[in-house]
């Protein structure tokens, strides 16, 4: 089992920026399915953005598509996002998470938090207008 651990975020005007780490522990990072999550008070858990392992795909929620950038770095465990030109409604806790790959393992519904089995314990992105 993977332990995530963010660090990162805090307080920000609107159109500035940020930057989210996560390292992960205890398992091979390279077969690891790397994803952000975030949840505004009173709202949903809601996807932002994963990477796959393995030289796969990269999706971000239309959301956030051309101002947050995500990169794995798996020679130190680790998954960055890059979160710029930032808004008031980006306000929210940021969960990293991971999930197990096979190298020809099937699709599933990336998008669903209930796909991931590690989390992260989240990263509060406070946004001031």
């Known amino acids: 089992q993977v332990q995530l651990v963010e660090s990162g975020g805090g307080l920000v005007q609107v159109g500035g920026s940020l930057r989210l780490s996560c390292e992960a522990s205890?398992?091979?990072?390279?077969?690891?399915?790397m994803a952000w999550f975030r949840q505004a008070p009173g709202k949903e858990r809601q996807f932002v953005v994963v990477?796959?392992?393995?030289?796969?795909?990269?999706k971000y929620a239309d959301s956030v598509k051309g101002r947050f950038t995500i990169s794995r770095d798996n020679a130190k465990s680790t998954v960055n996002l890059q979160m710029d030109r930032l808004k008031p409604e980006d306000t929210a806790v940021y969960y990293c998470?991971?999930?197990?790959?096979?190298?020809?393992?099937?699709?599933?519904?990336?998008?669903?938090?209930?796909?991931?089995?590690?989390w992260g314990q989240g990263a509060q992105v406070t946004v001031s207008s």
């Open positions: 990477t796959r392992p393995f030289g796969g795909d990269t």
């Open positions: 998470a991971a999930r197990w790959e096979a190298l020809f393992g099937g699709s599933y519904d990336y998008t669903s938090q209930t796909s991931y089995r590690n």
């Open positions: 205890g398992g091979t990072f390279g077969n690891y399915a």
